[in-house]
């Protein structure tokens, strides 16, 4: 089955600061990769998504990008600010298959002031 | 996601008990999810169910059962053959299993056992 690692496990970063976390999975016919913001105790939430079609996708201070080949995917957060601190999840989802997402452990990022 | 609900927040669970976690859509989603988070770990699928009365096994379902009698219900049942049932449990659900659409949380349980 598809399995994804996800890299740093923690981030500490100062405000204004960019961060990068960083993702592969091993099936390659994936396609289909969302990440999720959790905060301390809620639900995840999320924040952005890419499909395999595309190599890239922004909105507003967040992009993801995607290398297929490579099999990893990405999340750059710019001018990062306090509220971005939360724990990361990135996920794939394999095509023709009922919508089970397999997820990453976690980035903890901290933006510190 | 705020048309999803779960319930209890907390919940605790005695030796040998079994539980019922709720979870509840208004979202007109065909698909409902549960996954169990751990400390330090990402979340892992229970069970899924793509369509009413039908469900099946995810990563890690020893231990639990489900149903799916109504569209916006699924309820998780922790059973006392789950060893090491303390966990947030997070329910999902989108609009179609089949097409890839987003997954949106519930606002999780958190189960302890006393």
């Known amino acids: 089955g598809e399995n994804v690692e996800q890299h740093p496990s923690t981030l500490s970063v100062q405000e204004g600061d960019s961060a990068v976390i960083k993702c592969t999975y091993s099936?390659?016919?994936?396609?289909?990769f969302p990440w999720y913001k959790q905060e301390l105790g809620k639900r995840p939430q999320l924040i952005i998504d890419?499909?395999?079609?595309?190599g890239e996708k922004k909105d507003q201070r967040i992009a993801v990008t995607l290398n297929k080949t490579a099999k990893h995917f990405s999340l750059h957060i710019t001018e990062t600010q306090p509220e971005d601190s939360a724990v990361y999840f990135c996920a794939a989802r394999r095509a023709g298959t009922a919508s089970k997402l397999t997820f990453g452990t976690g980035t903890r990022l901290q933006v510190t002031l | 996601d705020g048309g999803i609900t779960q319930s209890p927040k907390y919940l605790f669970r005695k030796e040998g008990q079994n539980v019922t976690l709720s979870c509840e859509q208004n979202?007109?989603?065909?698909?409902m999810y549960w996954y169990r988070q751990d400390p330090g770990q990402g979340l892992r699928l229970i069970y899924y169910s793509q369509i009413v009365n039908d469900f099946q096994k995810g990563d890690i379902a020893e231990g639990y059962s489900v149903s799916r009698e109504k569209k916006e219900s699924f309820p998780l049942t922790v059973t006392s053959a789950q060893k090491n049932p303390t966990a947030f449990y997070l329910c999902a659900s989108s609009g179609d299993a089949w097409s890839g659409e987003t997954q949106y949380f519930g606002p999780g349980t958190r189960l302890l056992v006393l």
């Open positions: 099936d390659s016919a994936s396609n289909y």
């Open positions: 890419i499909r395999s079609n595309v």
């Open positions: 979202l007109n989603h065909d698909a």
